[in-house]
């Protein structure tokens, strides 16, 4: 464990690698996501100004095949999954990095780079056109993934996205076009670059040569990464990024996630499926990022019954009118849930410390109130502590309804199945008993602004409810 500290002022210069823009985010990318998104928000809280830079991926050999095989330009493929993908990252609570920038939009810049590694003498041109970062000119070559590359074969030679893990190849910078596929006119000819290029290009034009931080997935660590910092730190000769964030991948029922296992989901999958935006947000970050995480449906369920227990804690402290005063046992509670969190995050972002921390305060504060022994005063701290906890997990705000409500819309307009019962309304009959006898106990509770918000949460859903002298009935608008 290093102490993390900017290297020119209190400024935070980052890069954490994008989405490739051909298909919807999958729940894996969005770990990677929500792990960047946290460390961007605890930089932030931590007092420090931040400049973070992520790139879209817009242009790869899958992008080009992809849109050749519809018909389409570049463009008109990958801005729809652009435009989903800024859509997810809303429902996820992710903000926006201070800069988003495409790949297309850097082709000049790109080959003029690759121009001037040429011109040292670290990429030649092959007899097609195409360009070659020479990895033998960089002796550091596999310092990132500790890899040693001593018995490598000089000059053999590898396409860019069609590598072979843990085999050095000379990889592709440049490519030339290909009979019917996409290509840019550049300085060093026509053709289009190479997907490590971009990220090298990118940081340096943005960030400067040397980064404070470079994020992405642990599968990027090689070859993406290793390759990242040969093109930049042969042509600088200065490190390329200070300190690299890899975060472990997400497995799916305990399983490595793929189509043909059937454990492959999208953000929007669950989504439609019923499940809240901010429960799956809530499990994303339950586990610290280097730590695996096993995405299940329990889980989920789980991760539903947290977010409630935080936000009824939160209605709790803002509705209920208390005796005047403070008790130092809450005030003690709130400080230490303030201290520990942080303690938590300082610690490699050890998220599951900082939330069972302020579950310990709520638990407390809760029996507190139970007993009679919470005071008006006390109200300020706990909801301060609240508060901290929540500018990192950003999952209080309920504004879950009508982020469902917008991807039922989305699964209707394209035709996709919503989970039986939700009747594109975005909230399935469980969750409708639930919610109607959560609100009873609000009700019984005298906490009217918390039934208050249940019901507008149903009435926006759809669901009416009635009043009968049998009880309570509700039916669908
Ligand atoms: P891609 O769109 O494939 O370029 O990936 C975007 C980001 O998601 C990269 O940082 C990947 O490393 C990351 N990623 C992909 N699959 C997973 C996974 N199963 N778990 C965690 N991160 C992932
Ligand atoms: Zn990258």
Redesign the pocket.
Known sequence: MEEFTPAVDNTVRMYA?G??VYDYGHI??F??FVAVDILRRFLLQSGHKLQHVMNI?DVDDKIIRNAARDKKTVQEYTRKYEDAFLEDMGSLNLERPEQLVRATEHIQQMAEFIAALEKKGIAYRTEDGSYYFRIAKFPEYGKLSKKDFAGMEVGARVDVDEYEKDNARDFALWKAPKEGEAFWESPIGPGRPGWHIECSVMAMKYLGESLDLHA??E??TFPHHENEIAQSESLTGKTFARHWMH?R??LVEGEK?SKSLGNFYTLRDLLVKGHKASSIRFLLTSVPYRKQLNFTFAGLEQGAKSVDRLRTFDARMRMTQLPAGTNPMAQEAAAKAKQEMRAGLEDDLNTARASAAIFDMVREANTLADRGELREGDKASLLEALQQFDEIFAVIKDDDAEKMKSAMEWARAHGIATAPGTAGSGISDEEVNQLIEERNAAKKARDFARSDAIRKQLADAGILVEDTKDGIRWKRK
């Open positions: 690698c989405p490739t894996g990318n770990r990677t991926t992405g997935g599968d990027l975060v991948f997400l996630m």
